[in-house]
């Protein structure tokens, strides 16, 4: 059985605004093991990347965890003095951020701000690190490294940084590897580049990876597990088979029916109906009831507790509890 790294139980994580208090994550959990790949889709606000940053401890001034554990190997994060966080961070936990141009700093060289989080999360020296990032950009595919360690970010394309932010996440090994919607501001040429290079490093390295992304169609190959989020909780959870070729909850089956495809290229996209939920009044029941055109008068009023469709299928959605009671019924 393999060992659980990181176990996150009902984190709810707020942010206090003149507009009110936005409740960003609302009690989400989740398991993931060593050496496996974990999937968060949804859309913008959804509060995928939220969650990531309440795992990393690196919420802005205005946010706070409510409640919930973040769980490293049974010790939770969000009790960490500023001392054990910076272990915690970059040497056990890593994060590649959205866009690498805004993650970089452009007045320091690639090699001096690999170095740096190598100097401080190792006991290596100066030559030693310099050493180790030339081996990291070696690693991730990155030419002439010894050349581009001299180099500021503006002076390397779009993917190159991207590989100079993945270096850097991984120049300490870290167990868990979180990847912040990492192909963003990339062509869909190097995004499969980047995407295939993460899979490789996984499998070279034995780390875990929690992939954040509103893309279906980026982690369908690649996540052992499958989370789908929408208005801050989780709304479905299964493997790629169980999320693809059998989804349960109404926003999924949306999701997948805006994804183009060779089946449907002569055939409109539908979207999904009505515009993303208001974070500052959320309702009382299903949180994608105004959205759904399966929505029943229960939706409105109580929240859906998650019902288990298979071994590794759970989806909170008052529709299958419905369907459920029919064919309960039926054979009845």
């Known amino acids: 059985m393999s060992e659980c790294l990181l176990e996150v139980k009902e984190l709810c994580t707020y ?23 974990l999937g968060i889709v949804g859309e913008s606000g959804s509060g995928k990347s939220v969650t990531a940053y309440s795992i990393m401890q690196i919420l802005a001034e205005n946010g706070r965890i409510a409640s ?14 500023k001392s054990q966080l910076k272990g915690f961070r970059g040497k056990v936990c ?18 001096f701000q690999l170095e740096e989080a190598i100097l401080l999360h190792t006991g290596k020296n100066k030559a030693q690190a310099r050493e180790r990032a030339i081996e990291m950009l070696t690693l991730v595919g990155v030419n002439q490294p010894d050349k581009r360690v001299k180099q500021y ?3 390397l394309s779009g993917g190159m ?30 995004q499969a580049q980047i995407l295939e290079l993460m899979q490789e490093l996984q499998k070279k390295l034995g780390m875990a990876i929690i992939l954040v992304t509103h893309d279906l169609g980026v982690i369908a190959d690649m996540c052992d597990e499958i989370i789908v989020m929408y208005g801050g909780r989780v709304c479905e959870r299964g493997n790629a088979e169980d999320i693809f ?3 349960k909850h109404e926003y999924t089956k ?11 290229a002569k055939e409109k ?3 999904i109906a009505g515009t993303p939920i208001n974070l500052l009044n959320m309702p009382k029941g299903c949180a994608f009831s105004s959205r759904c055109d399966s929505a029943m008068k229960i939706c409105l009023t109580e929240m859906p507790e998650e019902v288990r469709l298979g071994d590794t299928h759970l989806a909170s959605c008052w529709v299958n509890v419905k369907e459920m009671m029919k064919d309960g019924g039926a054979k009845e």
């Open 153 to 155: 970010p503006h002076e």
């Open 68 to 81: 919930g554990e973040v769980l490293y190997k049974g010790q939770d994060v969000t009790k960490f003095n």
């Open 254 to 264: 949306g999701l997948l029916r805006s994804i183009p495809s060779i089946k449907n």
């Open 161 to 190: 940084r991207q590989r100079v932010m993945i270096a850097m996440a991984l120049a300490c090994e870290p167990d868990v590897l979180i990847a912040d919607e990492p192909t963003t501001a990339l062509d869909v040429t190097i």
């Open 94 to 111: 890593s994060i590649i951020f959205q866009d690498p141009m805004t993650s970089l700093n452009p007045v320091f060289t690639i090699g």
């Open 245 to 247: 070729y059998n989804p």
């Open 15 to 37: 942010f206090h605004t003149e507009a009110g208090e936005v409740r960003a994550v609302n009690g989400v959990s989740f398991s993931l093991e060593a050496g496996k790949i």
């Open 269 to 271: 996209l539908v979207p």
